[in-house]
């Protein structure tokens, strides 16, 4: 069961999220890492993999053969309704990778990339040492949620939107997206849509993607790496759908950036086609969860999406959360809560906060 793990079994993952947070004696609840198992289907396919050939794979010659591409297209068709066109999708080992090589190839030293802040620190940090400006677009709690004035994107060359989004959880409407697709029309933006939190957004909200809104000026960036907790296979979507960019792209030297793993690759396969089931249990554990943060910290917002509360909250030496100013403007006084945990975990990460309401 997803479900039945402890403190000190967790505290034994060698990972980066328990790891660091046991060397300290806390319990951690920062990094976007989720504690439950990996699903079978995904476990299956890299043990057979790593059993039966770790050689260069089909498609070593051929990257448009690469099964991934197809396996995203029909996955985001049947789960959005939007079909991206094969031609146009590349493979990455991480989002992080792919919006450098877009930025990299679409943008110039100082050119203005707009970001809705605050902000998933390695996107401020990647715009910083790539030498571009930040034009943030600030999140405002106007008492009825969070929300923005897209009024920036004028004279940026580049919007990051992140949505779901992180760290505020805000899932955007039709009429959000249909806003900024004009906006970014006007202005002549060329829209990065990190989607990587697609899978996991609760009633009654839908996800949109922005391609299906603007294709002529969207380039989308997706992994499994957050719906099914496999950061560490290192694989990840980019479909780029404008002609240009992709052509740029395509420029590059064909190893210059590495190329994602078989084990990646066929862990993703597995989990996109074999995985639906774990994760519709993985997404009722978290909508509980989700209400538990929510009883506790009854006066933040609880994210639309994402496994990730944005809370204003002074967390005690004993539970490690993210810093709110390492999400730059707009992230002071706040700390995000990873819940992504078993029930008896997140109910002791819950005990420290010293945030449980009396029953």
Known sequence: MLDDIDISTLSARPG???SRATAVGAI???VADMDFPVAEPVLDAIRESAATDLGYPAWQEEPRANPLIDAYVERTARLHGHRP???GI???????QALQA??????????????HTPAYPPFLETIETMGRRLVPIPMVDDGDGWTFDPAPLAGCKVLILVNPHNPTGRVLTRAELTGIAGLAERHD?????DEVHAELIYEPHRHIPFASIAPGRTVTLNSASKAFNLAGLRCAIADVAVPSVRKALDTLPPLLLGQAGNLGVFGTLAAWRHGDPWLAEVRSLLERNRRMVAEAFPGNRSPEGTYLAWLRIDPPDDVMLSPGP???PGGDGYARLNFATSLSVLEEILRRLRAIRPD
């Open 28 to 30: 951690p609840a920062w």
């Open 189 to 193: 933006v060329l829209v990065i849509a």
């Open 16 to 18: 980066l999220k328990w």
């Open 85 to 87: 066109d094969p031609g």
């Open 326 to 328: 390492r999400f730059g």
């Open 102 to 115: 877009i930025l990299h190839v679409a943008t110039a030293p100082g050119d203005a990339v707009a970001l």
């Open 90 to 96: 590349r493979v990455f080992t991480e989002i992080i």
